[in-house]
């Protein structure tokens, strides 16, 4: 995204360093995806290894990277809890960078339990490849509206005018028929296969993947405002500091 210059985010300015600026509104957003993480995650694993419901040797190589994975990102984020509390430039910059990664980690987890307590009642095989489809139909969707963010964005487009209402409402017609429509396929194609529960976790999986989806698109653009753009920090240098860098770029890309 080189094309992009300060001047693409002059309409978002208020909008996304309200949000970059508000330190606290991201350390709340990884404490909370911590709580998260416990809760649908916590019960599945802790089954795994103590009830022996699944059992990890029953695991395939997949699904034991997909555990130490999640088990990885689970202590990181306990260590930016620990060590990114303070208010300042470079914990804002690891914040919100990171705050894309476990924006996706929220989007998977639903699926990682429910494939989990499909594997506990035998039916996991018989919904693995409509899981996968239902997922992979989601990240496409996913990046459909990140491209159309960076398109208006691109085009000058997105701005505090009526403008961003019409891109906004737009999103939203996109949205919504392909969310009813993956949400009656799932109703009808895993009522042979999985219990109620399943099939109620699954739809809830999929509405929480569209908000978060799209949540995850701003989450990118707010990082990248804050990683590339001294004037988006939360102490911001004096204004001639950072535009004497920029001349300096200007003459050496010439």
């Known amino acids: 995204m080189n094309f992009f210059s300060e001047k693409n985010f002059a309409g978002l300015k208020r909008i996304i360093g309200g949000r ?44 034991k990277g997909v555990a130490f994975s999640e088990g990885g990102l689970f202590v990181c984020q306990i260590l930016l809890l620990l060590f990114c509390h303070k208010k300042n430039n470079i914990n804002q910059k690891i914040l ?3 705050k894309v ?9 639903p699926f990682v339990f429910i494939s989990i307590s499909a594997m506990d009642r035998g039916v996991f095989e018989n919904i693995e490849a409509f899981l996968l489809t239902l ?10 509206l990140l491209y159309r963010l960076i398109f ?14 019409k891109k906004e409402k737009g999103s939203l017609v996109l949205i919504i028929p392909i969310f009813l429509a993956m ?21 809830a999986a999929i ?19 804050i990683l590339r753009f ?23 890309r010439r």
């Not at 929480?208 to 990248?224: E, K, P, R, S, W």
């Open 20 to 63: 970059s600026n508000d330190f606290d509104d991201m350390y709340m957003f990884h404490l909370g995806t911590l709580i998260y993480t416990i809760f649908v995650l916590g019960l599945p694993y802790y089954a795994v290894f103590n009830w022996n419901a699944v059992g990890w040797s029953n695991f395939s190589s997949f699904w």
């Open 96 to 98: 919100s960078f990171s």
């Open 101 to 109: 990664i476990y924006g996706y980690k929220i989007i998977i987890d």
């Open 135 to 144: 997922f992979l139909l989601g990240i496409f969707l996913h990046f459909v």
């Open 152 to 165: 208006y964005i691109k085009k000058g487009m997105y701005s505090l005018s009526d403008k961003e209402i």
């Open 183 to 203: 949400v009656v396929c799932s109703i009808l194609l895993l009522t042979r296969y999985a219990d109620f529960d399943i099939i109620f976790f699954l739809i």
């Open 207 to 225: 509405a929480l993947f569209f908000y978060t989806g799209n949540a995850v698109c701003d989450y990118i653009m707010d990082a990248y405002c």
């Open 230 to 252: 001294p004037s988006f920090a939360i102490n911001p240098p004096p204004k001639q500091q950072y535009v004497k860098k920029k001349k300096r770029r200007k003459k050496k």
